[in-house]
């Protein structure tokens, strides 16, 4: 199972860092009330100039440790603290994030509500003082303990009888690597975890595991009626999966016939599915790149609102969300016919707990799996290719290109790269995605939300459109 890919440092962000810290240096013009104040600031801005040690770390081989101090929202502090201290940077080698590094603990450190623990982990790598390798303790001498920017970490500097300098446990492969005038980065051979950050990841593992609900089979139902063969033997408990089909508890919708009284729960629910549905909104929205789908579930849908009364209900459900580049695909006339976004979704929503493990290993073990969706009584077949999951088959295939969005026990959110739609009974599918219309997009309106908007309008506005 790969893990989430770190690249370099954009060209651009050094650029903009670069601007920023001279415009910060320039003088401004104040009054004599504000004088004092302003030579204070600009004498503390006065030391991040192109020549700083930031500046180097940003365009230096420490590329992956750079794009990980961007995505922890660290460089603002940083600047500070560089126009306060003499800082002396720990920097671990490209490979040893690449390669050497537990891919689940990668990912854990990318989601967007495990910011703190990056930067804490971050942090622990930096000194707010100059630590030289003049300066490093000698072989007889004992360790040196060093406070780092992490106020509840420190960081023992020792030298083996061999002449190697060590951090803590890992060597320093690089020392002086770089050197400026405030500041200096040593090269190291690994990342260092503070105790409090892996405890975080330990304590998050333990409970994905014990929280994640197992999908469990429905009852024999009576296709007919949609009530059960037999009566239930004991009442369900607060919080079980419910006795019925996730499809008997969906409100009626196009080309479904109208549901019955939903699953058990009563007016009290032991879950909270209107909360569970907008934390992973947002989720989608914080990652980036899937603004289209948000539209469709916030803004010309009631699709969030029955999968919240879904959860509550007791249902799991694992959502494949295409990214922008594939919404971009659709076209007016596939969004024209009443009901389509709510069936292309649909159909892009399984009644089960899936991740992207359980899902590897199923393809892995059987070859191609076909999962039931939300859009009766199409199913949507999956099968490895190229060492991930694929969904689909020729041209309205897709990839598993984002695994394990959000994963909170009740919904799973996949990112895949493409649109699905059903197969006929020939194979054929039944629409094929047409060539993409290049529609004129509004700021802070996604592409599919203005092709909605246009097509309803000549009956009504709605106040998401004004």
């Given at each position: ?50 020549n ?9 081989h ?43 603990f990668k ?14 982990l ?16 000698k ?9 780092t ?15 190697q ?59 007919r ?14 919080g ?40 992973f ?22 699709l969030?609102?029955?999968m ?70 199409h ?53 094929k995605?047409a ?32």
């Open positions: 199972m790969g893990g989430i890919p770190i690249y370099g440092v954009s060209s651009l962000l050094f650029i903009l860092l670069t601007l920023s810290i001279t415009s910060t240096a320039l003088p401004t013009p104040s009054s004599p009330k504000h004088h004092h104040h302003s030579q204070s600031s600009t004498a503390a801005a006065s030391q991040i100039n192109s700083s040690v930031l500046v180097a770390l940003l365009d230096s420490y590329t992956e440790l750079a794009e990980l101090v961007e995505k922890a929202l660290l460089l603002h502090t940083l600047e500070q603290a560089v126009g306060n201290h003499n800082l002396t940077i720990f920097a671990p080698r490209n490979e040893a994030l690449e390669r050497r590094l537990d891919p689940e990912r854990f450190l990318l989601e967007p509500r495990n910011l703190h623990s990056l930067q804490t971050l942090m622990a790598h930096i000194l707010p003082s100059r630590v030289g390798s003049p300066n490093w303790p072989p007889s001498d004992p360790s040196r303990r060093h406070r920017l992490s106020s509840s970490h420190h960081l023992h500097l020792s030298t083996k009888p061999t002449g300098k060590t951090v803590d446990s890992a060597e320093i492969v690089r020392p002086d690597d770089v050197t400026r005038p405030d500041g200096v980065i040593h090269g190291i051979e690994r990342l260092l975890i503070p105790q409090s950050v892996q405890e975080d990841f330990n304590r998050r593992r333990n409970l994905r595991s014990i929280s994640a609900v197992i999908p469990e089979g429905a009852p024999e139902v009576d296709p009626t949609h009530r059960l063969k037999k009566p239930a033997a004991a009442a369900v408990p607060v079980a999966p419910p006795v019925l089909p996730i499809y008997d508890a969906l409100a009626p919708g196009p080309s479904l016939a109208p549901a019955p009284a939903p699953g058990p729960g009563g007016p009290h629910h032991h879950f909270d599915g209107h909360s569970q549905v907008k934390d909104i947002h989720t989608l929205l914080h990652y980036g790149g899937y603004n289209e789908m948000a539209d469709i579930l916030v803004n010309l849908t009631s969030a609102t029955e919240g009364r879904l959860v509550s209900e007791g249902y799991v459900l694992t959502v494949l969300a295409p990214n922008d580049e594939a919404m971009a695909k659709l076209t007016t006339d596939q969004l024209s016919e009443p009901g389509a976004p709510e069936q292309i979704i649909y159909y892009h929503i399984i009644p089960e707990y899936q991740t992207e493990e359980s899902m590897y290993n199923a393809v892995r073990r059987f070859g191609k799996v076909k999962y039931d969706t939300l859009r009766l009584p199913k949507v077949t999956a099968q490895e290719a190229d060492g991930s999951v694929k969904f689909g088959a020729g041209d309205v295939s897709a990839y598993l290109f984002d695994p394990d969005i959000y994963t909170d026990g009740r919904i799973s959110v996949q990112g895949i790269d493409g649109i699905l739609f059903p197969e006929s009974e020939a194979g054929e599918p039944l629409r995605p060539s993409p219309v290049k529609v004129v997009t509004k700021p802070r309106r996604g592409k599919l939300m203005e092709v909605a908007c246009r097509v309803i309008g000549s009956y009504f506005t709605p106040s998401s459109c004004q």
